[in-house]
């Protein structure tokens, strides 16, 4: 068997569980990714939220999957999304995660989806820290506008929105600073706001201690928490399809080292 054989074949084992859907088991939710999937589920319909997009092309495989599964939750439930970014390489890729789920979620279910009513986006804004705190006095002083130069306080899913105070619950797609530990010090423990977020692998352990305090209510790992994830909601997307080619091609290299044993001797 060929060095080039067994790369080809590597590489057929995790590409096609990309484009066929399928499953090869039931994922068992961490008790965190239950926790996230748990603070979604306990909103009150028609309940407002907001939903940062912190995290950059890197880390965009990791983070995705969960973005897009947390949106289709959302709209299921009922509950208008207001969403916002902390950095700056955010802003393309969350205008694309939003705009396919909405699209998507309008052709399988018939619903119509408005934009200003149901979701908007209000963009990035530079400042970190700066820009939590003013989020707290008022959302209007940090966006005037949205992403879209429509002005924030005209959009009819800002009617009952001031402040951070203002949302039962806060989600953020944060793979690192300013990210999730950024909104626990300097907003959800301040103004008593929900928080659950989704993350990468890398900061997850960062971000654990947070969840014995009770100051996250709930996380989502990397691709296999989406996986996890996505089982919980009864979709199966980017997050199933990345745990099925993970799992795939550790199967078969545990099969390829046990031939290999076995035509050596």
Known sequence: MTRRFIFLLVAIVMILPMYFQFSIGKVHASPSTKGY????????????????????????????????????????????????????????????????????????????????????????????????????????????TDFYGKKTDELPIMKDIKSLKDFPLLIDFGAGNPGPETWIQMATDKFKIDFICATTAVVEPTYQQYISTGQLKGMVGAMRGAGEYEQLVGINDKGTAGVNAISLGQLLIVVLIILGNILKK
């Open 37 to 144: 999937y748990n603070a979604i589920e306990k909103i009150p319909e028609g309940s407002t939220v907001l939903v940062s997009f912190d995290f950059d092309p890197g880390s965009k495989p990791e983070i995705e999957p969960t973005a897009r599964a947390t949106i289709w939750h959302l709209l299921r439930r009922n509950v208008k999304i207001v969403c916002m970014s902390l950095w700056e390489t955010a802003p393309v890729l969350a205008v694309e995660i939003l705009g396919s789920v909405t699209k998507q979620f309008e052709k399988q279910t018939g619903k119509k989806i408005e934009y200003g009513k149901d979701w908007c986006y209000l963009g990035f804004r530079p400042g970190k820290y700066s820009v939590i705190v003013g989020l707290g006095e008022s959302i209007y002083t940090q966006y005037r």
